[in-house]
């Protein structure tokens, strides 16, 4: 099974969204979900599309999103990047601010790096996408 860059993307957009995406290893079809144990599972709402899926789709695979920690990485390797020495100071304090991830979002997107953060963090996320489908043996387009 093959899958085209264009779904590399969308998949680490979903994940980034928080959700779960499923991906049906004969027809190459996505669906993404809430997590069935997450906060945003309500299942009233979803519980349908798993039934759905689960009646439709004989063989899928499930990419969740990255822990918690991964996603601080990245957030330390943005910056490195950064060439704005006190952007980089700021950035790096408010990683050891209780809610590093909501600090660091407010002060990276606020500054001229907004844009080159959400370039960074799409590509570290599809990279990670890559990784989890590489170890399912499905190969990218």
Known sequence: MKLTEKQIKDIAEELLCGFNVYINKKTKETNALPDPNGLYYDGESWDHEFEKMDAEWE????????HSNESYRIMEAFIDEVEDPELSTELTH????????????????????????????????????????????????
């Open 59 to 66: 063989n899928y695979i499930v990419v969740t999103p990255m």
């Open 94 to 141: 408010r990683l050891n601010y209780q809610r590093p991830f909501a600090n660091f979002k407010a002060v990276v997107e606020s500054s001229e790096y907004r844009q080159k953060w959400f370039d960074f963090r799409q590509a570290k996320w599809e990279e990670y996408v890559r990784e989890e489908l590489n170890i399912d043996d499905i190969e990218i387009e």
